[in-house]
């Protein structure tokens, strides 16, 4: 069976920055392999178009720029926040609003999404919005295990957001989607790359 749009893909890969020799920045081992529903918006558009038609067994390797991964750096996603927000009954959680810490946040709308912090002052705390992977070329290796039908409550789970498929994560070491957080594929933040 070829991987095309609804079917249930298990892959096990490696994400590195810097060439198919540089940094490795995620891993999905075959024990705890990446799997999601082809096709569903989970997942980055050009790594489903990279493996659209891989059946059980083919090995991939391939190149995501910049561009068609997660963007180039924003210099407007660099903001500044009044230290007031990150209280708690008065109090400011001094171990949360460290500088280099990712911080889960909302905007406005009620969108999740994860800043970094860059400074932290007496008034106020700058956090970076870019995904971590932000104007970096991604490059991929791996092999895909398993490919199948995706049942219906997958596939409900998966378009109607009642779950997270587990993809490249947003932080290095946490894979991927709501298993991580996401540096890869899935979109998200680093590790499954979707919440």
């Given at each position: ?106 905007d406005a709308q009620g969108n999740r999404l994860n800043g970094i912090v860059l400074e932290v002052t007496d008034q106020n705390v700058k956090m970076d919005f870019n995904h971590p992977l932000a104007g970096d ?59």
């Amino acid at each position: 069976m070829e991987i095309s749009r609804n079917k249930y893909v298990t892959v096990s890969y490696v994400l590195r920055l810097q060439g198919f020799e540089g940094e490795i920045v995620e891993e999905t081992p075959e024990d705890k392999p990446l799997e999601f529903i082809f096709g569903t918006g989970r997942m980055l558009q050009m790594f489903e178009e990279k493996l659209d038609g891989l059946k059980a067994g083919d090995n991939f390797s391939f190149k995501l720029t910049s561009e068609e991964a997660y963007g180039e750096i924003n210099p407007e996603a660099k903001v500044e926040i009044p230290r007031n927000i990150f209280e708690v009954d008065g109090k400011v959680d001094e171990e949360l609003i460290k500088v280099g810490n990712m911080v889960p946040m909302q905007d406005a709308q009620g969108n999740r999404l994860n800043g970094i912090v860059l400074e932290v002052t007496d008034q106020n705390v700058k956090m970076d919005f870019n995904h971590p992977l932000a104007g970096d070329d991604l490059y991929f290796s791996g092999s895909v295990s398993n490919v199948r039908e995706a049942t219906e409550s997958e596939l409900m789970a998966a378009v109607g957001g009642g779950g997270c498929g587990s993809g490249c994560g947003c932080e290095s070491g946490e894979t991927v989607g709501c298993e991580s957080g996401s540096c890869g594929p899935d979109g998200s933040g680093s590790g499954g790359c979707g919440c």
